[in-house]
């Protein structure tokens, strides 16, 4: 069982240097997509330097703490692009007929789509998180505790978790239709345009649909209270976590999609 | 072996129209209407046969080639294939089949496609020593050596056919299922490919299924025919037999394969 998680793990790691490799037969087109993810993404900035020039807080948060916000949703969602990127484009290999051909491979079907597509060009989007996130942290007087470092671990993995869980359920949608998915960008692309803000600025009725429904806060919101020295609850650093509960009920749905898709054919 | 046994499958085809609206009313309340895809299909297929399956667009031969490889769930029915059921245990079956989809490319676009090779020999975990003495052989027997560094992209369509074919069968594998394999082919190249699954057949005794509207590729290849129709098998025997059941006058043979199919597909009432 071991050797199989292993073997899994090499294999993917395999995939990885081909998809590289592959970008990299096209040097000038992969730098132009980095340069327009940096570019696309400094836009954003812009605009919550533009709002802080007018107003100093946003809901008791400071220009630091939204920075620092900001730049970790940016992180989770490029990271998440990055590697889970494969599902976010299944419609075209379903459309491609593709994955027939996952189907009559001896591997899973997640770890065979993941590999299908590394997105290194989002190394752009994820170096200027990296980059505010630096000038948050120097401008929002963060003491670092091992506690501090494990939250922002967690926050970061927690969000991969549930960007992933949304593309799967994309790529489950993919088995019913193929059409008019686009609203699903709204959970994607919307949070990370909204998850710029804590969501509790957005009030109580968001941070519950942001609790219980898609987690979003999870993520962000309540872990931020203890980055940010206004919490000391430790429990807090494990909230992130329960993104793996909403990941799981994804992979459901997923599977009841495949399933479908193996009676139906099409 | 692979026995087929009272398969039959239905679709639902779903009846909507376009737009995002209409995609979320379909998601939760659809219009059908039922296909019969395959209707009752029996055959067996005996280690190292090689079958050419017939019949008209539509017919059922892709519904066939997918529950054969573990891709599509009939609605009932046994088939087991060296005593699996594809559909039950996909994993341990799909190492024991290739498959080649003529018109759909396995290999990596923009990479050299050794690089794609070197990918499937790890996606199925074929022993080093396995898979240099498959990769010697098959560069010999289809001329790859020139291209295994060349991008897929840069292949001409014959050539790319060879890699594809040589990338199904790196694992070994006792079952070769060809979904048109020559389709757009030149004249050298459709005989190159035609050769090399003669020879693969000869040589390991491999079981071939063909599916083609390519009669030339039949005759070449198969010596058994099954002839598909509105779901149901219409004929099974030789090339032959196909030739006497399109033939005008009742006792003779019509020389001509391709007017015998089509007399046939018209007499069956099923072009």
């Known amino acids: 069982m071991k050797k199989r998680k292993w073997d899994a793990l090499s294999l993917y790691m395999h995939y990885i240097r081909l998809s590289i490799r592959s970008a990299m037969e096209y040097k000038a087109s992969f730098f132009l997509q980095v340069a327009s993810q940096l ?89 200027q998180a990296v980059v505010v996130f630096a000038y948050g942290v120097s ?29 799967l359920v994309y790529a489950g949608f993919c088995f019913f239709t193929l059409d008019g998915l686009e609203f699903m960008n709204i959970f994607t692309d919307g949070a990370k345009e909204y998850g710029k803000y804590p969501i509790d600025v957005y009030g109580e009725k968001m941070m519950k649909f942001a609790t219980f429904g898609i987690p979003y806060a999870l993520v962000q919101a309540y872990p931020l209270q203890l980055l940010l020295g206004r919490s000391d609850c430790p429990l807090y650093a494990l909230f992130p976590l329960g993104t793996v509960a909403f990941l799981m009920v994804c992979h459901a749905f997923w599977r009841f999609g495949v399933r479908r898709y193996t009676s139906s054919g099409s | 072996m692979i026995v087929m046994e009272h398969i039959s499958k239905r679709y639902k085809v779903a009846r909507r129209s376009g737009g995002a609206g209409a995609a979320m009313k379909s998601f939760l309340r659809r219009e059908h209407e039922w296909v019969q895809a395959l209707d009752d299909v029996s055959f067996t297929i005996r280690d190292g046969e090689m079958v050419g399956y017939m019949g008209p667009n539509g017919a059922g031969k892709s519904s066939t080639i997918k529950i054969l490889s573990g891709i599509l769930t009939p609605d009932s029915g ?186 046939l597909y018209r007499r069956l009432g099923i072009s």
């Open chain 1, 139 to 167: 401008h929002a007087d963060i003491f670092w505790t091992p506690l501090r470092i494990m939250t922002l671990l967690s926050m970061l993995l927690g969000g991969i978790l549930l960007f992933s869980g949304l593309y």
């Open chain 2, 78 to 263: 046994r088939c087991t294939i060296d005593g699996l059921t594809p559909w039950k245990n996909r994993i341990e079956h799909v190492k024991r089949i290739g498959v080649v989809f003529g018109q759909r490319s396995q290999l990596w676009w923009d990479i050299p496609v050794i690089d794609s090779f070197e990918l499937l020999r790890d996606i199925y975990s074929v022993d080093p020593a396995q898979y240099r003495r498959n990769l010697e052989e098959l560069t010999a027997l289809l001329q790859l050596s020139e291209l295994l560094k060349t991008p897929t992209r840069q292949l001409s369509l014959g050539q790319r056919m060879r890699c594809e074919l040589a990338a199904s069968l790196l694992h070994s594998p006792r079952i070769l299922f060809l979904d048109e394999p020559t389709i757009g082919l030149d004249a050298v190249s459709k005989l190159a490919v035609r050769e090399f699954i003669h020879r693969l057949n000869r040589e390991h005794g491999t079981t071939v299924i063909l599916t083609t509207h390519d009669m030339q590729d039949i005759s070449a290849l198969a010596q058994r025919v099954i002839l598909i129709g509105r779901g149901k098998i219409l004929l099974d025997g030789s090339l032959d037999d196909i030739r006497r059941a399109g033939s005008e006058n009742p006792g003779a043979q019509e020389e001509d394969l391709d007017r015998a199919v089509a007399n």
């Open chain 1, 39 to 127: 570019l696309l993404s400094m836009t954003t900035l812009m605009g919550l330097a533009f709002m802080f020039m007018r107003f100093h807080s946003v809901a008791g948060y400071g220009y630091a703490d939204v920075l620092l916000c900001y730049s970790i949703v940016m992180m989770q969602y490029s990271l998440a692009e990055m590697f889970v990127r494969g599902f976010d484009t299944f419609a075209g290999m379903v459309r491609r007929g593709e994955f027939d051909r996952v189907l009559v491979r001896p591997r899973s079907e997640i770890l065979q789509i993941l590999g299908s597509r590394f997105e290194l060009t989002r190394i752009g989007r994820l170096l």
